[in-house]
């Protein structure tokens, strides 16, 4: 059974469209990431599949279960756990009495001395939400929305303005959660974050997937590769190597994105015996985001 | 998931979170409190004391229920704790009854504080059926308000909250003759009155104790209800139009 699939979701705000036509599937025990620039309609994305906007067009199904409109059933609700990008609780009750009431509403969910644990806030247990530091906010949320003990968990931005310990802390949290069978959805635009927990990665790029798969096939799926050495070869020659797109120098290092990298190599070492320091990279998943973003706009533009 | 045991916790803790804001919790009793010893205790005796003891509690109740529900709920809103709330199985009831009982609980703070007041410095002398009477008008009194807060929280934002709020309150409370005797306002205002729930309200208090300006009680009764009736519907529109 899928946690989760959707298929032509859609969502227009006025002329303005959000989603177009947005198709993804997740299995249990699987982190699907989803990454885009700010504006890409993550946030939408998530919102309309858990029914706080209706969706225009598009089929849901969440945990094995058609959902219609935007009416979640409290059945399916027991199951779910959730972390909005914007996310405060009340600045005036207590770490330990948060969860207090948010494990009230689940019949088998975490207790809220457990929940405390899970946040790791135990020395902080009666201090007021709105005395914790950004990171430990964000701790407590996060295990507020394991509260249910979940099969499907949405975090929407859950590492923004948290320290690097604290990213780190929450990556192994998650790691926990997939090992433990849970499908994850997780949006975010730190790329690092994506690498490092994505089973699959889903970019988002104004309201259309342009690219999905592993972190690896995604980096693949860009064109280039980097090659750097140190070399004797004058620009022109090395300009002149089969697959070179560009070039740059910083001293006698010699950097070159190739589009055939294996080509460039041969062709290189056969004009240049006296090649050191060689290196052949895949492009940085940044680069190859940045890529699938842009091309994607390249298109649009010819398009238009 | 127990049903009561959710009901209880959410009131309690929401209750808490609002007893925790000085900045809340001693001006909505501070204000009917100094108001009524001052106009109703040094400045006026007898009768006028017994008069603006229903108006001032009138006064006093209706500021906590509208301001309760229209600034958190809408403070709910904006930092996405009702949208967590939402998306959780806690069922909708249990988070509107736990504002209300909040609402219940300053409004009968309220009672108690004036009535003391009232009996103890300003010699006001009433039976024990109107003292419960009064305390009952001002605890059911307490709902149309709490939806007007309730319609208010869901539609603006946090910031623009509170200030429509006293824009609404103030000005309603004046024209239903709560900090003047509805009888000292100009005949127009005076016929305007039937438009505020605060009117009707003070009226059906002042009918306890025999001082209302004699419109009939089932009439005051059935405007009440059907603006209830009114605001509840604009509170489900406004509930459904949410994101």
């Known amino acids: 059974m899928l946690a989760l699939q959707v298929n032509g979701l859609t969502k227009c705000y006025g002329t303005n469209t959000v989603l177009a036509g947005v198709d993804m599937t997740l299995t249990a025990g699987e982190v699907l990431c989803i990454l885009g620039p700010n504006g890409a309609g993550k946030t939408t994305f998530i919102s309309t599949i858990l029914g706080l906007v209706k969706a225009d067009s598009g089929d849901i199904h969440l945990l094995g279960e058609r959902q219609q409109g935007i009416t979640r059933s409290n059945a399916l609700r027991q199951q779910l756990g959730v972390m909005m990008q914007i996310g405060s609780l009340s600045a005036n009750l207590t770490v330990f009495e948060q969860c207090d009431l948010f494990s009230s509403y689940y019949n088998k969910g975490y207790s809220a001395a457990e929940l405390v644990k899970l946040a790791g806030l135990e020395d902080h247990s009666n201090q007021r939400f709105g005395r914790l530091s950004g990171g430990q906010k964000q701790r407590l949320l996060f295990a507020l929305a394991l509260t249910a003990k979940p099969k499907l968990v949405f975090l929407d931005e859950p590492t923004l303005g948290m320290d690097v310990e604290a990213r780190r802390d929450l990556w192994q949290l998650v790691r926990q959660l997939k090992q433990q069978g849970v499908a994850v959805v997780l949006t975010t635009h730190y790329l690092e974050e994506a690498e490092q927990l994505a089973d699959r990665i889903a970019v988002l790029h104004k309201g259309v997937v342009v690219a999905s798969g592993s972190p690896a096939e995604l980096k693949a799926l860009t064109q280039y590769k980097v090659i750097r050495c140190c070399s004797a070869l004058s620009d022109t020659t090395l300009l002149g190597l089969p697959g070179v797109l560009q070039l740059s120098r910083d001293k006698h290092l010699i950097t070159l994105h190739s589009s055939y990298a294996e080509c460039t190599v041969k062709a290189l070492l056969l004009a240049d015996d006296s090649v050191r320091q060689l290196e052949v990279r895949p492009v940085a998943l940044e680069q190859a985001f940045l890529q699938l973003t842009q091309s994607n706009n390249t298109n649009e533009e010819q398009a238009a | ?243």
């Open chain 2, 1 to 243: 998931m127990n049903t009561i045991i959710v009901y209880r916790k959410e009131a309690w803790y929401d209750f808490v979170s609002v007893w925790r804001t000085p900045g809340f919790v001693i001006p909505s009793l501070a204000f009917p409190t100094v108001f009524y010893l001052f106009f109703g205790v040094f400045l006026n005796t007898g009768a006028a004391s017994t008069y603006m003891l229903v108006t001032y509690t009138c006064f006093g109740m209706m500021g906590p229920a509208m301001f309760n529900f229209a600034m958190n709920i809408a403070s709910d809103r904006a930092h996405g704790w009702l949208t967590l709330k939402r998306l959780s199985p806690m069922p909708l009831g249990a988070y509107l009854l736990a504002k209300l009982n909040t609402a219940l609980v300053f409004t009968l703070v309220i009672v108690v504080a004036l009535f003391s007041i009232a009996a103890l410095l300003a010699d006001v002398r009433l039976v024990t059926e109107q003292w419960l009477l009064l305390a009952l008008v001002f605890l059911l009194g307490t709902l149309p308000f709490a939806l007007i807060g309730l319609i208010l929280g869901l539609t603006l934002s946090d910031k623009a909250a509170p200030g429509v709020v006293n824009l609404l309150y103030l000005p309603m409370a004046f024209l239903s003759g709560l900090w003047l005797p509805i009888t000292m306002l100009p005949q127009a205002l005076q016929h305007a009155a039937w438009l505020w729930p605060s009117y009707h309200v003070s009226q059906i208090g002042l009918k306890v104790i025999g001082m209302d300006q004699g419109h009939a009680l089932w009439l005051h009764l059935l405007i009440l209800m059907a603006t209830s009736s009114v605001l509840g519907i604009l509170a489900i529109i406004s509930f459904r139009r949410l994101t």
